[in-house]
């Protein structure tokens, strides 16, 4: 039997219209962010359609180096707009109880080769152990995570350690993510998941608030668990054990 779960409406972006100090109206942020990434994604989509063509008509390799530059931003443009549509969403769950090893193992197929190349998994977990989980939200959550382990490390090959094993005493799933980059010196410990919040000139900020949001809809927990003197940066997440 699935449970289905959703945000309180004060803990999700609404779409609704407000009135300044004036009195006038005013769109919300969702509705904004609706027509922004629309008209922002056809002219991104333009740029990529018009840069494919030019590859094939350029025959100098620099010149084809900086087109292959003109589409990494593209793409990096694009995960922007993904961050902000899946920030303006409803989020909800269906939690159904599933296959701990299978869950975590379906989320790592969906990471590059690249990604994958540089991911150390553990695996310590109990024949037979089930979790309540909505795979796809839980799937988002666990690679927002990954990745932002990725880009915290100043070298593109430094590993990522992922621990999975059971907490017994709090009947809990437990996921450790730790990147030997500690966290930038301009960070602020105490907003890390506050949406926006970023040091990185290319990120929006909104990977680990959404991922926090997922883990509380399947009555688990996000936290950053490492210390500020510790070398290296460990984010740890939790999620129920399923009683049936």
Same mark, same amino acid.
């Given at each position: 039997m699935a449970i289905k779960t959703s945000l309180p409406a004060e803990s999700r972006p609404a779409i609704r219209r407000v009135r300044d100090i004036s009195g006038r109206e005013m769109v919300s942020f969702s509705a904004f962010s609706k027509v922004v990434?629309?008209? *922002?994604?056809s002219l991104i989509s333009? =740029? @990529?359609?018009?840069?494919?063509?030019?590859?094939?008509? *350029?025959? @100098?390799?620099?010149?084809?180096?900086? #087109?292959?530059?003109?589409?990494?931003? !593209?793409?990096?443009?694009?995960a922007v707009l993904e961050d902000i549509q899946s920030f303006r969403n409803d989020l909800q769950v269906q939690l159904r109880p599933l296959p701990a090893d299978t869950l975590v193992a379906n989320a790592f197929r969906l990471?590059?080769?690249?990604? #994958?190349?540089?991911?150390?998994?553990?695996?310590?977990? /109990?024949? +037979?152990?089930? !979790?309540?989980?909505?795979?796809? /939200?839980?799937?988002?959550a666990l690679l927002a995570v990954l990745r932002n382990a990725m880009e915290a490390t100043d070298a593109d090959? #430094?590993?990522?350690?992922?621990t999975v094993d059971v907490v017994e005493a709090t009947h809990e799933l437990r996921i450790q993510v730790y990147n030997v980059g500690p966290l930038s010196p301009d960070t602020v410990r105490a907003r890390i998941f506050e949406p926006f919040y970023t040091t990185k000139a290319h990120n929006l900020g909104v990977g680990l608030t959404i991922a926090?949001? =997922?883990?509380? $809809?399947? +009555? +688990?927990?996000?936290?950053?668990?490492?210390?500020?003197?510790? $070398?290296?940066?460990?984010?740890?997440?939790?999620?129920?054990?399923?009683?049936d």
């Open positions: 990434t629309h008209r *922002i994604g333009s =740029i @990529e359609g018009y840069t494919d063509l030019l590859l094939d008509a *350029i025959p @100098e390799t620099e010149d084809r180096e900086n #087109a292959f530059r003109i589409l990494e931003g !593209v793409r990096r443009m694009e990471l590059s080769d690249v990604e #994958a190349s540089r991911t150390k998994l553990h695996v310590s977990l /109990p024949e +037979g152990v089930h !979790v309540l989980a909505d795979p796809q /939200p839980f799937r988002q090959s #430094a590993p990522v350690s992922v926090r949001r =997922i883990l509380h $809809l399947h +009555g +688990g927990s996000i936290n950053l668990t490492s210390g500020e003197e510790e $070398l290296g940066t460990e984010f740890t997440l939790r999620i129920p054990l399923s009683t």
